[in-house]
């Protein structure tokens, strides 16, 4: 096995729809699902409102301390979409209607016999030095500025999106997973061993996830899950076995 | 109408099972819409992995932007739970074993014939100077460490504790909200109309968010739910008649 650096990202989730509650994220977990096969780590996420400021600082932060950052949202020709010249803001670059985005849209609207109208031209508006990502549903593309990988609120959209971005991303090492799902058993029972298996395993990171589920009738199952993940797979072999003779003790 | 502050919250999760991709969070829309009806707006969320910095710098910055912060997971009893020390450890404070905490285990442990393993004695382990938060499921407590409230990350544990919190908060103007789903629309059609209806209502928030369905056979439904945010609800019934109009206009 060749020692590999682990490579990580961050994710901006533009959007006030989701801090008000009416909608649940759900791109969160579709790019880590997406960059997980790649040998790339989620290492924070920021969700924030659809306020400049905000989005800026966010930007840099996750910018500079991971290796790469995806932004989902606020990319529509609508005057809530901001995302654009947040992110130029973030960079100190310029940005304006760029050929290349108009010529994929009026190509797209043409297509569908639509009106190129002022504000859907305003999503040909793309940071000065930034490569465009191509949106395989609604056309209108999204956009790489260095590390930052502006995709669409629109899962759907997001999903296509990633599609034209993953030959750009370089990966480390891949995080493998296993995991050992305990019915009936309590983390305080497991904990010390769970704890020495740990210590012993300086390369896996377990962790403990208690469970429950509603009977009905006042009745409640409980549960706990083990997960294990190391690049080491190897070590994870070892540490899963551990974790299933752990389980087959607690019952 | 009387003048409110906005008040707003901040939620720190903690997990590296979010980040991983394989568990989806559902606290945030919870506490988001719990707290919504008491006048306290979401403002940011961070989601970070289960590491002492990580946790220190987020708890530490959405305490200090936000009128309240919150945060979900990391307080059980395995080696992964560190929490309670990371929030003691954002405000200076020490933190063992404490009476009361350690009395509640106790009892709880007590009714349902389990020992209290030195694990669970873990989850006794409270920051001097906090107030804690009851658990109606598990009773292992949470606790309020000045603005910041730890619940747990079991959504159904996190729930309960909110009952237990609610009575501390403070909210200020309530956020109404009311929303318009328009089938068969596009955003390039509505986006100048719904520009000038924003510049209109400065004490307005309006957003606008595209859908698609799959409709199976490789047709897409798509549409456009338009959503407006107020303190101010005679001002939102006018911007939700007007968005109504729209609507009618463009089908």
Redesign the interface.
């Known amino acids: 096995m060749t020692a590999t650096a682990i490579v990580t990202a961050g994710i901006v ?1 533009i959007g ?11 791109n ?6 997406f960059l ?1 096969p790649l040998g790339i ?10 306020d400049q400021d ?1 989005i800026v600082e966010a930007v840099r932060a996750l910018s500079e301390r991971c290796d790469y950052a995806f932004t989902t949202g606020g990319i ?5 979409d901001i995302t654009a010249d947040a992110v130029a803001a973030a960079f100190g670059r310029s940005i304006d209607v760029r050929d290349d985005a108009r010529e994929i849209l009026e190509h797209w609207y043409a297509k569908s016999g ?1 009106e ?5 031209m ?1 999503m040909a508006r793309i940071p000065e030095g930034a490569i465009l990502i191509e949106n395989p ?2 056309g209108a593309p999204g956009f790489q500025l260095e590390n930052v990988f502006v995709l669409a ?2 899962p ?2 997001a999903r296509g999106m990633l599609e034209d971005v993953a030959p750009r991303l370089t990966g480390g090492a891949v ?1 493998h ?1 296993v ?1 050992v799902r305990l019915e009936n058993a ?7 061993a ?2 020495e298996l ?1 210590d012993q395993h300086a390369d896996v ?8 589920e ?1 009977l009905g009738g006042g009745k409640l199952k409980r549960g706990v899950a083990l ?1 294990a ?1 190391s690049t080491d797979e190897a070590a994870l072999e070892d540490v899963e076995r551990a974790l299933e003779a752990l389980g087959a003790s607690q019952t």
Do not use: M, N
């Open positions: 989730v006030d729809e989701i801090l008000s509650g009416r909608t649940r994220d759900i969160v977990q579709q790019i880590a699902e997980s780590s989620l290492k924070e996420v920021r969700i924030v409102s659809d905000a529509g020709p609508t005057h809530d639509s190129i109208t002022p504000a859907r305003r549903v609604t609120g629109v759907k959209i995080t997973s995991s309590r983390e305080g029972d497991l904990a010390a769970l704890g740990q990171s377990i962790g403990s996830y208690p469970w429950f509603d997960v993940r």
